[in-house]
């Protein structure tokens, strides 16, 4: 019982202190910021403890004293902040709270995904033990492609509950974009007098995400890496025509977008690739200044801008420091020369099995004889859909075309020759192709759903969809009633699907919520961790006898203060 007590009573507190480092350092970036949208102040709560987190990591291990340090500070922040200004903030915190109570189900689990003991949990718990190594790629593949996922958690290492709480970071993306979401419906959950506005396409489109996100991506132990960042990106694209359709545009409108932008790359860096959506919103600042000069010094040169910089920079030194690439596995932005690198035919190699793996030439039990020939042009693609198309994608395909036609169903009415409010639709179209080319490139290198596919196949059916919705004529009042009831719906899903999960994880795995409430950690969870520990210890023992301390390939050594690793032998 006292586990469940400590899960439940950090899971607020961390809230809170999340939220109070978001509106502490919003009143000094920027006071107009802090309006009426607690979603946003979390994520750049989020956004201040990631880039603390990178920052502070090169000097000092995130130790539990550390650690209860910084959550005890944003408690201070919150209440200095926001309780100070209660009745302002009163509505905000209530929603924030209601959702995130409703969503709290999601925090019990037995099990964490496949790769979490493989290299989620080993990163993160090495960044509780001591600041950063360099090279540690040498040691586990997945050491070589952080996410910025495993420096926030890092910080929630606390005293009793130590390494089991880092599994929040997901928890809380997905809560602040729910939050973010359901201000973009228009319900009674934004609690605004809106009732003379048009419902337009991003209502839509925001009630298509919240119920896809909620029942699509309901169990918090298969988010990793990938899931986070995607449910990011909806609300990334809805900012986007969100911007598109402003009549005055202004410096402090792109907030919300380079905000997201940041920590979506940082999640997965190869999602740098979504950063060609930045062509529409240049196009759109071309029509307004007549110059591509001004629209670029519009987009770039602003201290909004500076934000996605700052944590691009923490990413990409991160992974210099780690594996002698600027992105891992791209060969092409390697260093072979560094002490630590990992030499480009390997880089060439990983990047060959990543893909073999996300094309079916890979599984757990198999392997194709033929791999180079394999992942060649189109060879691939017979075999993918045997073993991944059926039944994973088609199975997804199919969830998607029955919530398309639930929704449909819901709004059914006349259509409108003509309505008042109309979205600017050569940008949403020019957008939708972007997204068919992004899915394109997705088929072709690494069609494995988690790279990219859910939130790249879901936008594909949703915005041609909200396209048609956005023309229904519908009062306020009846529109209100139905998102309500699918909202509502779609909390009932989420929480008996987690219901429906705990129950077969008691009754397969023996867990205890209640009594025993922690997710399993075994021994091989801390196999790296001890594996660094045991060259460091020969290392020093070797500098002590005066003599060259080559380990088992590995070699160990420190420079600048700092401990190397090396796998070559003629450094």
């Keep these: 019982m006292f586990n469940f007590l400590v899960l439940i009573f950090y899971y607020f507190l961390i809230l809170v202190s999340i939220l109070g480092y978001g509106t502490f350092f919003l009143r000094i970036f920027e006071k107009k910021l802090i309006s009426n949208n607690f979603g946003y102040v979390g994520l750049f709560g989020l956004y201040v403890l990631l880039i603390y987190s990178y920052l502070s990591n090169f000097i000092i291990a995130h130790s539990e004293f550390h650690n209860i340090i910084i959550l005890i500070i944003g408690i201070i922040f919150f209440f200095l902040k926001i309780l100070k200004n209660y009745s302002v903030y009163r509505k905000e915190i209530f929603l924030t709270f209601l959702v995130f109570v409703l969503i709290s189900s999601s925090l019990f689990l037995y099990k964490n995904h496949d790769d979490f003991p493989y290299y989620h949990f ?242 757990p039990t198999s392997r194709v004889t033929n791999p180079n020939e394999y992942i060649q042009g189109f060879y691939w693609v017979k075999n993918w859909i045997n073993i991944y198309f059926f039944n994973k994608v088609s199975d997804f395909v199919l969830g998607l075309i029955l919530l398309v036609i639930i929704v449909m169903i819901s709004f059914k009415g006349k259509s409108l020759n003509k309505y008042k409010y109309k979205y600017n639709y050569n940008y949403i179209y020019l957008i939708y192709l972007i997204l068919i080319a992004l899915g394109i490139e997705w088929f072709y290198n690494h069609p494995a759903l988690r790279y990219g596919g859910y939130c790249i196949i879901a936008l594909l059916f949703f915005i041609p969809v909200c396209i048609r919705l956005e023309q229904i004529q519908i009062d306020y009042t009846k529109y209100t009633r139905i998102t309500l009831s699918l909202v509502i719906f779609t909390i009932l899903v989420f929480n008996l699907r987690n219901i429906h999960r705990i129950t077969k994880e008691v009754n397969f795995y023996q867990y205890r919520p209640i009594s025993d409430t922690f997710y399993r950690v075994e021994d091989k969870n801390f196999r790296i961790q001890k594996q660094m520990n045991n060259f460091i210890t020969q290392y020093d023992n070797c500098i002590n006898s005066n003599n060259l301390c080559y380990l088992k390939k590995q070699k160990v050594y420190k420079k600048y203060g700092k401990i190397i690793f090396s796998n070559r032998k003629n450094d």
């Design 122 to 363: 080993p990163y993160t718990y090495y960044l509780t033990q001591q600041s950063f190594y360099i090279g540690i790629g040498q040691f586990n593949h997945g050491f070589r492609t952080p996410s910025s996922i495993f420096y926030i958690n890092s910080l929630f290492y606390l005293p009793y509950a130590k390494f089991y709480l880092f599994h929040y970071s997901s928890i809380y993306i997905l809560g602040f974009a729910n939050i973010i979401l359901l201000k973009n419906i228009h319900s009674y959950f934004t609690y605004l007098k809106i009732k003379k506005e048009k419902i337009n396409f991003t209502n839509y489109l925001s009630l298509f995400s919240i119920i896809f996100i909620n029942i699509f991506f309901y169990r918090i132990a298969e988010h990793g890496t990938d899931r986070s960042a995607q449910i990011l990106i909806f609300i990334l694209m809805i900012e986007i025509i969100i911007f598109i359709n402003l009549k005055n545009i202004k410096s402090i409108d792109l907030f919300k977008i380079y905000l997201l932008a940041a920590i979506i790359v940082s999640l997965k860096a190869f999602y740098i690739l979504y950063a060609i959506f930045f062509i529409p919103l240049l196009f759109l600042m071309k029509s307004k200044n007549k110059s591509y000069i001004k629209s670029l010094v519009f987009l770039i040169f602003n201290k909004y801008f500076f934000l996605f910089i700052l944590l691009l920079f923490f990413v990409i030194f991160t992974y210099l420091i780690n594996t002698g690439c600027i992105i891992y596995p791209l060969s092409i932005t390697c260093f072979d020369n560094l002490n630590w690198s990992i030499p480009s035919a390997e880089t060439f190699k990983m990047n060959n099995h990543y893909e073999l793996w996300s094309k079916g030439g890979l599984t």
